[in-house]
Structure formats: C-alpha cells, structure tokens
C-alpha cells in the first residue's frame, strides 16, 4: 500500500508516561512534555510530501477506548508509535489490537525497550523499528525503499533485515519539526516561565561516557546552527518564547554553544532552560547562556557520593557541583539537581550522603530518580550480560513510581523512603518556602507553576509506591 498519511502516536496509559528519546518513566508532578522523537519526525515526514497527523493520548489525557477509536477514524495509512520499558505490556496490548483492526496499516515503534536484543520477538504486529528519529532514512522506508538501513529494523515477508548502525559524528541538519502540530496539546514543563513553549533539539547523542547512560551509545552528532536559527525563527513566527533545550549536555562544544547562544541573542526574546554538566558550567559559557536568555540549568548531578561519581559520573565531583552552583548563582541563572539513588555500588549509607547532599548543594529544585539498567547501556551489558530479564515481566521506571530494578541493591521500599524523605527535606524547609512564596509574587504564571508542583510533590510525598 503506497503510504500517504502518516499518525504520530503517543499511545495512551493507565499512568502518565514520558516516553521520548530512549528514556521512559512515570511522569513526575503530572508534567507532559513534547515528545520529541514524533515532533523532529514531524517535520522530516511533512518536508517528504506525507499527511502527518499527531495523536499524543499522553498530553490529551485520552484513555484506551477513545484513543483507540479515534485512531481508527483518522484512517492512516502508517503508525509511528513510542513504546517504552515502563509502560511495554499495556503498549503492546493497546497496538495489537490496533493492528488487528486496521491490518494494511504499517507499525513502526520509537523507544528505550527496542535497544533490548529480542525486539521483534512476539511482535508479530509490529512492521518496523526506527532507531534514528533525526534519520531522513524513516522518509525513505515509509516511502516504500528496501534494503539495508543503518537506522531502521524491519520485517520482510518471514525474514528481519537488521540494521547496519553506522557511528556519524558529522553535523547533520534536519527539515524544521511542525510545532504547530503540538501547539494546544496541554504540554507543561515544571521551569517553564511562559506557556506554551517549545522543545528544541540542536544535537543527538552525547559526548561524554558516563556508562548508565544511553546516549553516548547513540554517538554525538551537532545540528548545523544555521538550520537550528531557522528553526528557532519559525517557533517565533508561532508566537511562542519559552524553549526547553532538550539537547542532553549544552555547552560540550563550547565555542559552537557560544555561537548559538550568540543568534538566540540576535533572535532576541526566547527564554529557556537546558541540561548542562558541572564540569562543563564556567563562568564564560553561564554568562552568555544568561544574555542569550537562559534562566534554568538542569544538572544531572546524580550522586552526593564521590565514590559512586568516580564509577558513574567520570570527570565529575562535588567540589565541582558546588562550585558550579556558585557560578549559576553568580549569573543569575537557576539550578535544577538531578540524583540517583540505587546504583549497583549504593548501599544505603551512600544513598544517604547523596540525600545531605542534595539538601545542603546549594540548588534551587532538586529531583530524585532511582536506578535502572538502560537497554543498549554499557553497564547493562556487564550487570545483565546474557540480558536474560523476562521480555514480558520487566517494568523499568527512573522515576520509581511504577517499579524498582529488581537488582537493587537497596530494597525498593527504602528507596522510597529515602526518596520521599528527601524531597520533604528539601521542599518543605521554610526558608526554601518563603523564597518560593516571594518570588510567586511577580509572575501568575510562576505562582501557577509553584501551586501545581505543591499539589504533586505532596500527593509523591503522602502516597505509597504503587
Ligand atoms: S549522563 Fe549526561 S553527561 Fe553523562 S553520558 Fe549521559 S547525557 Fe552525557
């Protein structure tokens, strides 16, 4: 069947999931964010002449049965879905019987759990997986090309053509994402100062080699400034001022993030927020981040533990972490601090000290996650090596609301515990209170937010781990 319209799908849940860029979990203080694999295929789809419909259950809130049949009215004539590790079972499910009911439909899946060895394995629904969402080469399949890809896995009659991956650390420039498409989608980020804002990717993959992490696996590749202004300018044109940066370690090329912060500059107008290293946050780079109208920095500090840093986070240590706080701070730039608990070499003195850690770091949001073995990540491949987990059974959550790695070294209700007691001793202190109050003040839009966040950190901090 020649493929004319094309449905970007991010299927619906029994929880709220973020399922984007080979990372999936429970959604945190009910926050949506734009996925972003479906929103750059968006974009390449529409440039290579398709109809691109979006149906985002996530963001809309829609359960299975209206999802389900509003899928089936829009009569597309091929699926690309996102799956996730936290979510795989009722995914599957959902996608089945999607399947069955429109059987000419091609299903082409996006998400963490195809790094997994056994993807095509009691998927017989399942057409094809994309494994480069930045890959003109998905065009090219769903336009009816064969062969070998070295970003696309795909069924074949009886047989599986794998693909061939090729590590590209050249620039690469992308058709300009349809943000329109995802405009009035109910998306929110919690350190969004204005409504609605976009999600903007200027690189893919990342440079350093922490080994839990899965996007060093994807190598690093820079988008060319020039196609990242233009769409920088398009997102203008839609009215829209408030970016989140998703690339995974602004400023590793710090001469190139100079530039780009030097035509936000020029764009004029945009305020945004990023992930940035400790090691890569100096003064010089914070401070034409802030011009360029960067206000939020997200830190994935990980832990309070030099020990478990020196395995996990190489290159990193908490004299740096503080002292790049001190820099943030300096600038005028706010600071988010990402932690960990529950790597393989945590006990709970450890998880402990990364706890104190976070309370007394000097950052101004904290959040905590609890350790997953990543498919496709290096330490996976030494934790589990035969990756023999039960391809039904497993349930990855970084969030530790919908499970615990089942190898934890720490038991899942006292990673709970650990966790919920250190968000209450985070946000619950009262200067920490009274700070928040007083900045509310000046912004509708900040006080919203603040209110909101209360409202989830305090059912996180009140419910039992499902
Ligand atoms: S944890 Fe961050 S810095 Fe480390 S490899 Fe992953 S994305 Fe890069």
Known sequence: MKIRHILLLNPPGRKLYTRDYFCSKVT???????????????????????????????AGRQAPEPAFNHIVSLRPDAVVFLSGLVSRQEDYAFLERLKKAMPRVLFAGMGDLFLKKMVFENT?????????????????????????????????GNDIIYRVPVQDRGEFSIPVPRHDLFLNKGYTFPFARKLPFATVLTDYGCPFSCPFCVYPTLGFRLRRLQNVTEEL???????IRELFVKDQSFGADRGRSMRL????????????????????????????????????VLFGFESGCDRILRSYKPGVNKRMIVDALRKCRRSGIKSVGIFIF??????????????????????????????????????????MPDDSSGEKEEVLDQSGIASVWSGSPVSAEELNRLRVRAIRRFYFRPSYLFGMAAASLFSLCRLRMCLRSAFFILQDVLAKRR
């Open 28 to 58: 945190k203080a009910g926050y949506v964010e734009h996925p972003l694999d479906l929103l750059i295929l968006s974009g390449i789809f529409s440039s290579a002449g398709f109809r691109v419909s979006v149906l985002d259950a996530q």
């Open 124 to 156: 017989a629904w399942m057409d094809a997986v994309f494994y480069d969402f930045t890959s003109g080469e998905c065009a090219d399949f769903l336009s009816g090309r064969r062969g070998q890809f070295s970003t696309i896995s795909f069924r074949d």
């Open 233 to 239: 300018r398009y997102i203008r044109s839609l009215g």
């Open 261 to 296: 912060c030097e035509e936000m500059r020029n764009i004029g107008g945009f305020s945004w927020t990023c992930f940035l290293r400790a090691d890569v946050a100096r003064e010089d780079l914070l401070r034409g981040m802030k011009a360029a109208g960067c206000h939020t």
């Open 342 to 383: 529950g790597f393989p070499e945590d006990d709970i003195g450890t998880c402990r000290e990364t706890a104190d850690f976070a309370v007394r770091c000097g950052c101004d949001y904290v959040s905590f996650n609890v350790f997953v073995p990543k498919a496709g990540t290096p330490l996976r491949n030494k934790l």
